[in-house]
């Protein structure tokens, strides 16, 4: 796939999520503000209703002490009128505002109504409340002004249909941004692995190059080949490839996140550094003192086949660089970290690479033999195994020696 067709993809993506994203918060936002609108219009409502019935239940009080049906009177004469209604539906009495008018509703008790009146332009809530008066039957109306109810339902609706929109574009634009900025993650994550391939491919072609050249030269002159020499070069170029083959894997499960393959378990990391200080001595050529004096007894919680390979890493790189001497250095504090250092006299390495050094595929001396130097994955295993430890590597300057220092700091078993 080309870069463009690719990029097109991640578009393509960006405008899918941000549209289907702006669909799925503007069908919330409706139903919300639908619901809003209906539950603050019943809301309004039951208290008007409920004003009502508290009045009638007063006056059909009255009434029922045989008092005798009382003249009732409103308070404001726009919004609120009062009737007492009987069975045949003659207007027993009512307030001044109504006076000499009909029945202006036909409720049983208990009933309410929306009812237009001459009063306002806008209905009226009237809610009936039965009453007795020496045996006859009365039904007493109290009607109030419904109109504030709309006036209130109608603003919060005009301000809903003015803010969801502005809602959904600031919405659709953190969507987009938000969207925006996830997929330039994958697409540095996408760069990352297509550069990791090629850089992968690059050094399994040298080993097989070299393979395929040895055992051409050996098909077409098999009079001038030294099988013992064959043998060992192909010997040679098989371990660089298997060992190539075996950091591939480990990072391909670094990035699964699948390092601790058989879950973390109590680890001397004393014993894994001592064994590495045994092999780099034998190993490595009589001038090279390895130095192990400060090493101390530490634990920590975690793989130790990986743990392993993080130290065999750290020495090799060590004595690789090193001229005369290397210092392993491992203590535990007492404050929940443990601490390897390592350390050597060789040229150190620039400040301004110590980060790039832990990149995957990066020799600092490109110009040196693929041999000698590795395939530049070393120390991003080491990083990366520290990492799925949750420690963190540093990389500094051996103030003793010289050379460069290269701090592991790892969660002590004891936390």
Known sequence: MTRERYERRLRAVRVRATVVAVLVIAFALVAAGIGLVVGLRTELSDDVRDAARARASDVARVIEAGRGVPAPTVTAPDEEFLQVVAADGTVVAASENVEGKPALARLAPGESASVDTLLDDDPFLVVAVGARDDGRELVVLDGRDASGVTEATDTVTWLLLIGLPVLLALAAAATWIAVGRALRRVARAEAAQRRFVSDAS???????????????????????????????TVREEAVRMQRLVDDLLLLARADESALLRGGPRPVDLDDLVLAEVRRLRSASPAALRVDSRAVGAARVTGDAEALRRLVRNLGENAARHARTRVAFTLTDAGDGWVRLVVEDDGPGIPAAERARVLDRFVRLDESRARGAGGAGLGLAIVAEVAGAHRGRVEVGVSEGLGGARFTVGLPSAGE
């Open 202 to 232: 690059h050094e399994l072609r040298s080993p097989v190059a070299t393979v395929r050249q040895h055992a051409e030269v050996a098909l077409a002159h098999p009079e001038r080949t030294d099988p013992r020499s064959l043998a060992g």
